[in-house]
C-alpha cells in the first residue's frame, strides 16, 4: 500500500516539474509613452538613479525599498541603486551603458543574482516631443516554482501595467 502511495506521489511531482519545464523561462516587457519634452530634459530622469524616486519607484507603498543605498556615479555607466524589501529579498539596479539623450541599458539583479534582467530605455524624437520605450527583458532559467508562480500570476501583465503607471508619472515629471 505504501508502495502505490509513494509512486502516486512520484508520478505527480514528476508530472509538476515536466509542465513547469515547458513554460517559458524567458519573458519580454515593452512599453511606451509619447512626452511633450525634449531627449535632454528626459534623459536625466532615466540616466540618475537618484531621480527614480521622481518617477519609476513614486507608486510603491511607502517604506516598500528599506535601506536604499547608491554606489558609484551619479549617474550613467557604473551609477548603482540597491535596496532591501519587507519579504527579505534584495535587489541591485546599475547602469551598464549610457548613450547621452538616446538610451541607456540597466541591469535588474534580484536576491544576489539568482535573477538578472536587462532593461533598455530608448529615447526618440517624435512629432516635437520623446518616445519613451522601456523594455525588460529576463530569464527564471531552471527555477521551476517560480515558472509556475509567474504563469499563474500573469507576471508579464503585471510588469506591463506597472512599467505603463511608472512612464506616465515620467511624463507627469517632465512635460
Not at 524567458?26 to 537618484?50: G, M, Q, T
Not at 534582467?117 to 523594455?135: I, N
Amino acid at each position: 500500500m505504501i508502495r502505490y502511495f509513494s509512486l502516486g506521489v512520484l508520478s505527480v511531482l514528476l508530472l509538476f516539474a515536466g509542465g513547469a519545464m515547458l513554460l517559458p523561462s524567458e519573458y519580454e516587457v515593452k512599453e511606451h509613452v509619447y512626452i511633450k519634452a525634449s531627449r535632454k530634459a528626459i534623459f536625466p530622469y532615466i540616466d540618475n538613479l537618484r531621480k527614480w524616486n521622481e518617477w519609476a519607484f513614486k507608486l510603491e507603498e511607502e517604506g516598500s525599498r528599506l535601506s536604499p543605498e547608491y554606489h558609484g556615479p551619479d549617474e550613467g555607466a557604473g551609477a548603482i541603486h540597491t535596496w532591501k524589501s519587507y519579504d527579505g529579498s534584495s535587489a541591485e539596479l546599475r547602469v551598464l551603458e549610457s548613450e547621452p539623450y538616446e538610451k541607456v541599458i540597466l541591469q535588474m539583479s534580484t536576491n544576489e543574482g539568482v535573477f538578472i534582467s536587462e532593461m533598455v530605455f530608448t529615447l526618440e524624437e517624435s512629432d516635437g516631443g520623446t518616445v519613451v520605450t522601456w523594455g525588460e527583458k529576463g530569464d527564471f532559467g531552471f527555477q521551476l516554482v517560480t515558472r509556475v508562480v509567474a504563469f499563474m500570476a500573469d507576471y508579464e501583465s503585471q510588469v506591463k501595467t506597472q512599467y505603463q503607471a511608472a512612464l506616465e508619472e515620467l511624463k507627469k515629471a517632465t512635460e
